[in-house]
């Protein structure tokens, strides 16, 4: 099929090569020329394990094109809409510009027939009130979440878990979602569950998603608080009711809490749809789930204060990650860096070291240091935190190794990813979140 993605950020520039990878012809567009620039010439403008590969395969093969000139979606039949959602500046609401700028740029362009899939996570109500534009235009407007996971994104858009596509009623929305079902043919084909519904379901399942992945992480979060106060612990309480196959130990990993550019917002922007709709107590709960979140940073802070007598001035700490998770180079909302941040303006002196997202830390926060190498990192510091469960830290740094280098063996580990017997059998004081 012909195809178009609208929006080439981490969402739609791994949409846009998982099509082409599976036999579609796609043209993605966007309005940075730079980032346009690099993806047609293969080169991924962030870090995504199998992009690169994915890209120029299909720039090769002449499958996947990239543009900043809207009129060349004009022979594409479905034309995706992935452009991103921010927090509002000064609200929690969603910021809903660059949707509403992609549909009206896109409508001049659209024929009779066409499909426009929103992809874009957006307030319950968005879908409503963009169809008739569409509409108008002839095309059909359907909802099509998208639940990749960075660090995972090509696996899950190549082979989701589900697919879902709301649709208005009638004979359109039919059409349009046999469509899609015909255009995920790899993952529709081998029985992965495909959903069709209306367009407020399709816009909730992703909030309602999201909002269930930051609540279970909360939750635990949670327990790790009064753990902490009753000398439990946490990691044994997760494995514990993990086991409950109706509770399941995924998504209870214990520690600095969540980040990024989805998990966060998006709970934002759901309290404050929600509140619009006059059903803001509904889920008055992800205020707390966002408080508890952001407590876990204070507790970091508070177990390195503690840790090191009192006062950080002029203490060398060395922050072991700085993205938001492993096999991400993103930073958005990274409580890894947000940890790092605090402890410099609280007058240490803070070396940060990633193995990926180091040049996108430095120029948010340029007031830290920054080292690639992670022994030269270590050196001489007087505490060591681990604030972001990469392999490098997690499986590959030797703690009696390590305690070579520091001037003090003190570890905080932030994601409860190193084994404490082994740590402390190397001399080295441990503190975990959430564990005695
Ligand atoms: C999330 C959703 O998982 C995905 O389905 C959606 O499409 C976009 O938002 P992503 O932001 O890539 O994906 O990250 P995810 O793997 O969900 O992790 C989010 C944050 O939660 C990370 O900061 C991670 O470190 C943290 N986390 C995750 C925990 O603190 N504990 C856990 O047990 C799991």
Not at 12 to 36: L, P, R, T, Y
Not at 193 to 215: G, I, R
């Amino acid at each position: 099929m012909k195809i178009s993605v609208i929006g080439c950020g981490y969402l739609g520039a791994v949409h846009a090569a998982a099509m082409a990878s599976i036999g579609h012809e796609v043209v993605g567009v966007d309005v940075d020329e730079n980032k346009v620039k690099a993806l047609a010439e293969a080169r991924a403008p962030f870090f995504e394990p199998g992009l690169p590969d994915m890209l120029a395969e299909g720039v090769s093969s002449g499958r996947l094109r990239f543009t900043t000139d809207m009129s060349q979606v004009k022979e594409s039949v479905v034309h995706f809409i992935g452009v991103g959602t921010p927090q509002r500046k000064g609200g929690y609401a969603a910021d809903l510009r660059y949707v509403d700028a992609a549909i009206e740029a896109l409508v001049p362009f659209l024929k009779p027939g066409d499909i426009v899939a929103g992809k874009s996570t957006v307030p319950v109500g968005t879908a409503a009130r963009l169809a008739s534009a569409v509409s108008k235009a002839g095309a059909t407007l359907v909802w099509n979440p998208e639940f990749l996971r960075e660090g995972w994104a090509v696996q899950d858009t190549i082979d989701p878990d589900r697919l879902v596509v709301g649709v208005p009623d009638g004979d359109q929305g039919d059409r349009a979602a046999e469509v899609l079902r015909r255009l995920y043919y790899p993952a529709t084909d081998k029985g992965t569950p495909f959903l069709v519904t209306d367009y407020a379901t399709a816009e909730l399942v992703k909030v309602a998603a999201n909002a269930f992945l930051a609540t279970k992480i909360s939750f635990i979060n949670a327990m790790a608080e009064i753990a902490e106060v009753t000398g439990a612990d946490v990691t044994q309480l997760a494995d514990a009711i993990g086991h409950d196959a109706r509770i399941g130990r995924r998504f209870l990993g214990a520690g600095i809490g969540f980040g990024g550019g989805c998990l966060p917002k998006d709970i934002r922007a759901f309290a404050a749809r929600a509140e619009e709709l006059g059903k803001g107590e509904s889920v008055g709960f992800l205020r707390e789930v966002d408080a508890i979140n952001l407590r876990r940073r204070d507790r970091a802070v508070e177990l390195v204060v503690s840790a090191l007598d009192g006062s950080l001035h002029g203490k060398k700490v060395a922050v072991l990650g700085a993205a938001f998770k492993p096999h991400s180079d993103d930073i958005r909302d990274s409580p890894a860096l947000d940890v790092a941040v605090r402890l410099h303006g609280l007058g240490a002196a803070v070396t940060v070291t990633d193995p990926e997202a180091l040049e996108n830390a430095q120029r948010l926060h340029p007031q830290l240091q920054y080292q690639s190498d992670t022994r030269v990192a270590l050196q001489d510091a007087e505490i060591v935190l681990v604030v972001t469960e990469w392999d490098e830290y997690r499986k590959d740094l030797d703690p009696a190794e390590a305690g070579e280098v520091v001037a003090q063996r003190i570890v905080v580990d932030g994601r409860n990813c190193l084994d404490p017997v082994a740590w402390r059998a190397a001399g080295w004081d441990y503190y975990g979140m959430g564990r005695p």
